[in-house]
């Protein structure tokens, strides 16, 4: 009973993630499945710039930075996701992404998340994200 009532929470919190909202409670039931919630110490990397990339990552709680060669380029907390072009096609990392306080995140590997990712619904989503991301990137002003 006590596993079914994290499900249901774990559910709920997907709903809210902008990355997630407005996708069907039945694919949102399905990534809840599929995922794992992790913790991560105030100053962890959790992914790093050049490894391999195989998750995508929610912020359930806390917050993190992204750091591209060296330099701190955006700031993440809770419902940001990173990870995404990972997923999509497990390229190495583009950037690194390290815990400024104690934070919990969602993870989606790519493995375990390929039923959900077929779902057009998602895969909409997802290219949605990264073609923001893509053009926020591009408007920030060069160095």
Partial sequence: MRKST?????????AQV????G???RTQRDLAALAK?????????I???GAAGVALYVILDGQAE???????????????SFGELAILDGQPRM???????????LVLSRWSAKPVLEDPQVMKKL?????????????????
């Fill in 18 to 21: 902008p990355l997630f909202e």
């Fill in 95 to 105: 950037a690194t992404v390290r815990a400024v306080t104690p934070i919990t995140t």
């Fill in 47 to 49: 992914i790093t710039e």
């Fill in 127 to 143: 290219l949605v994200t990264v073609t923001q991301w893509l053009r926020e990137a591009r408007t920030q002003p060069a160095d």
């Fill in 66 to 80: 992204v750091v591209v060669r060296r330099k701190v380029i955006a700031k993440l907390r809770r419902g940001d």
């Fill in 37 to 45: 919630v992790t913790d991560h110490a105030e100053g962890a990397e």
């Fill in 6 to 14: 994290a499900h249901n929470d774990l559910v709920d919190v997907i």
């Fill in 23 to 25: 996708l069907s409670k």
